[in-house]
């Protein structure tokens, strides 16, 4: 009954200043709220940079060629051969027991036209492995097929965004695609769904856009275009040598991803003074986003932190004013026999008021996290359409997944940092001298 009278009194003690009080809640609202939409922020960034790196694979290794620096290459064709070769991707399949299987690529910038309409994007050349590892899925028609392949047929699969660039108003499939450099046909025999790029991970793998590609088997690439690509410009040209783009290697299971791109590693030392090849293995970067994300995670906290802690500062300030206020009230309550704890608990009690309302009003608002910002982005984007174009990928899709620990620990910082700080306030009233206090005007 003592705590209801005291909680009571303390009540009707904060409603006789509504605008001081409410400016004071707002400080720990504010502290509330940013807690939880910060880590809510920072854990849909992670979840973004984990869902990028798992859409690589666990249990895969990726080797790409990389073209070394000019002092590095040393021709006088003014062709440079470089990078991953045919041979190394068989030696591979047939030394290294715990490799699943190998998928070998071969990328080339081109042009693609239908009639009048054309496009610049890459032309893939990939065995039927590529779509499961990638996360391709067809819309219409078929993948490359093993067949297909085997057989060096002119047959191609088209990303959405290219069959809707090159074929806007008809079915893709069953149509010809043309590659002018090389004066080629293609039979379009399948078309994707939309494939988001993916980010680039760690330092060792570019991100990779995959809506301007068109996809054909990686025999017929190598028989009707070969590996040497000449670029021409005015009177001078500059070519490359190149067989393989990049190996994407599956083992049987996670345990073995380590082990086997340190093999890797040593079999392909000889790349290792030009530096033309790296090998990612998304195992190893997500357990580096996972580092990243908690440290990503503390750092945030300690930033909206900060917050809570000026809210504290707000509420210690605005007590040691009503001290000031209430000094002949204290004085009185002292006089008609009220200890010391009395009044301590009767200022905690009004500092832990406004803790628990700004912290409760900071809750609700810190769950609107994820809608307000969706409505942000879609009225930012409805607004000013040009500039969310050239906005970060991140930017544009991530969206905050609320922390479900951010809550309560939120709600518990405010109530100690309310407690704290009205700690001083309250035994600076408790110690005023009654005599002293009676008199003050």
């Excluded at 496009?119 to 492995?129: F, K, M, N, Q």
Aim: aromatic residues 6%; contains cysteine; glycine residues 8%.
């Amino acid at each position: 009954m003592l705590w209801l009278r005291t909680l009571n009194l303390g009540i009707k003690s904060l409603w006789l200043h509504p605008l001081r009080s409410l400016l004071t809640v707002l400080g720990i609202f504010i502290g509330v709220a940013s807690v939880i939409w910060l880590l809510a922020i920072s854990e849909g960034i992670s979840l973004e940079a984990r869902r990028q790196i798992e859409s690589l694979g666990a249990d895969t290794i990726m080797i790409r060629s990389v073209k070394p620096s000019a002092e590095k290459l040393s021709t006088n064709s003014g062709v440079t051969p470089y990078g991953l070769t045919r041979e190394e991707y068989d030696m591979l399949l047939a030394t290294v027991p715990t490799i699943k299987s190998a998928i070998p690529i071969r990328e080339i910038r081109r042009q693609f036209q239908y009639r009048d309409r054309m496009i610049e994007g890459r032309l893939v050349g990939c065995t039927p492995e590529y779509a499961e590892v990638t996360r391709l899925e067809v819309a219409q028609g078929h993948f490359i097929s093993d067949a297909e392949n085997f057989l060096r047929e002119t047959n191609c699969v088209l990303a959405s965004r290219v069959a809707d660039r090159l074929f806007p108003y008809e079915d893709p499939l069953g149509k010809r695609v043309y590659i002018p450099e090389h004066k080629d046909y293609y039979n379009v025999v399948g078309v994707l769904k939309h494939r988001n790029a993916s980010a680039a991970v760690g330092g060792s793998l570019d991100s990779q856009d995959f809506s301007n590609d068109i996809y054909i088997p990686i025999k017929t690439l190598q028989q009707r275009i070969g590996d040497t690509v000449v670029r021409r410009s005015g009177g001078s040209f500059e070519g490359e040598m190149l067989e393989l783009n990049q190996i994407t290697v599956r083992v049987g299971s996670t345990s073995e991803v380590e082990s086997t791109a340190e093999v890797i590693k040593d079999a392909l030392k000889s790349h290792d003074n030009l530096e033309d090849v790296v090998i990612a293995v998304p195992l190893e970067l997500l357990k580096q986003a996972e580092t990243t994300r908690l440290m990503f995670m503390v750092l945030m906290g300690l930033v909206a932190a900060i917050s809570l802690m000026v809210g504290g500062i707000g509420i210690m300030n605005i007590m040691l004013a009503t001290v000031t206020e209430r000094t002949r009230e204290i004085g009185i309550r002292r006089a008609l026999g009220a200890k010391q704890k009395d009044i301590v608990s009767q200022f905690l009690v009004e500092a832990a008021v406004l803790s628990v309302v700004g912290g409760i009003t900071g809750i609700l608002a810190g769950l609107f996290c994820k809608p307000a910002i969706i409505f942000a982005r879609w009225l930012f984007a409805r607004n000013y359409p040009d500039t969310m174009a050239i906005l970060p990928e991140i930017v544009r899709t991530v969206t905050p997944e609320i922390v479900p620990a951010s809550i309560p620990i939120a709600f518990g910082i405010s109530l100690v940092v309310g407690v704290v700080f009205g700690l001083f306030p309250a035994i600076r009233a408790a110690q005023m001298n009654p005599i002293e206090a009676l008199r003050h005007e």
